[in-house]
Nanobody
Framework: QVQLVESGGGSVQAGGSLRLSCAPS????????MGWFRQAPGKEREGVAT???????SYADSVKGRFTISQDHTKNILYLQMNKLKPEDTAMYYC????????????????????????WGQGTQVTVS
């Protein structure tokens, strides 16, 4: 089965930057959708950014202009570059993948939900103070 492993989380001061990585393994052929989610204590898991197999991206309104999702296809690694971090960005961040050709995107102020992605990593903590 597909395994997703996140790394790169940590503690940073407001205004700082972090780059999260997600390394998929196992059978990944046919998985066209990737995303980053986050979940803060007492809140629902929310979509942050998405990336499809042809490079189309989308972002939650709260992170537009600050976060960038990308993928190194030669190494099969998904990234989330986070700049100008704010305390409200503090959360557990999760990498997600799905095999659908018709990916879900952040649009109209809403992002995909947890049910829109099939495979998940265990998360990496980001703390901004």
């Amino acid at each position: 089965q597909v395994q997703l492993v996140e790394s790169g989380g940590g503690s940073v001061q407001a205004g700082g930057s972090l780059r999260l990585s997600c390394a998929p393994s196992g059978y990944t052929y046919g998985y066209h959708c990737m995303g980053w989610f986050r979940q803060a204590p007492g809140k629902e898991r929310e979509g942050v950014a998405t990336l499809d197999s042809i490079g189309s991206t989308s972002y939650a309104d709260s992170v537009k202009g600050r976060f960038t999702i990308s993928q190194d296809h030669t190494k099969n690694i998904l990234y989330l570059q986070m700049n100008k971090l704010k305390p409200e960005d503090t959360a557990m961040y999760y990498c997600a993948a799905d095999q659908s050709y018709r990916c879900t995107y952040c649009s109209g102020g809403r992002c995909p939900s947890r049910t829109d992605f099939t495979y998940w990593g265990q998360g990496t903590q980001v703390t901004v103070s």
